[in-house]
Nanobody, 114 residues
């Protein structure tokens, strides 16, 4: 099972990015999946989850600005990030929870300049 996140980059505050996560050897829609982020020196934190049934959950800090979604045909996970702030700067990781076994992809760096 492999997950590959992409779409990170440098953006100005107020801008937007869309992260993608391509999955191999796992059907993302069969499991709960999501996005986490990590800043150096801090713990990895939850950004957004989407259940196998498609119901989303967001961290308070991104509620109303970020949207998690899936493309069940292409087996992709997305994170649309709007109204970005410097506090959103982090490495973003996608993950699939295979019945308690968390599968992590390599992260993608998002940098938001003020």
């Amino acid at each position: 099972v492999q997950l590959q996140a992409s779409g990170g980059g440098l953006v100005q505050a107020g801008g937007y990015l869309r992260l993608s996560c391509a999955a191999s050897d796992v059907i993302v829609s069969n499991y709960n999946s999501g996005w986490y982020r990590q800043v150096p020196g801090k713990q990895r934190e939850l950004v957004a989850l989407i259940g196998s049934g498609g119901f989303p959950h967001y961290a308070d800090s991104v509620e109303g600005r970020f949207t998690i979604s899936r493309d069940n045909v292409e087996n992709l996970l997305y994170l649309q990030m709007n109204s970005l702030t410097p506090e959103d700067t982090a490495v973003y990781y996608c993950t699939v929870d295979m019945w308690g076994n968390m599968i992590w992809g390599k992260g993608t760096l998002v940098t938001v300049s003020s």
